[in-house]
């Protein structure tokens, strides 16, 4: 999947934003928000929160289909 979004994040923005309480995790290089859909995750909120501030690259690569469908890609924030 190609980067995103133009702007880069740096380690302590993430950091912060976990430590604001959002729902974060990477895929591909991009940070993605994971609050407005994480009721609705067919696998449960737990598998996405336990990749909350982790590269979840392999795991979404496994268990997701491509490409995405056009609403979840509004939920990546900054590469």
Known sequence: MARMA??????????GLIAEGKTVFIFDGNVVRADAWLKFHPGGDKSILHMVGRDAT???NAYV???PPKP???HVMRN
Do not use: G, Y
Not at 6 to 15: D, G, N, P, T, Y
């Open 65 to 67: 289909s491509f490409p």
């Open 6 to 15: 133009a702007k880069m994040l740096s380690r302590r923005q993430v950091e």
């Open 58 to 60: 392999d795991e979404v």
């Open 72 to 74: 979840a890609l509004r």
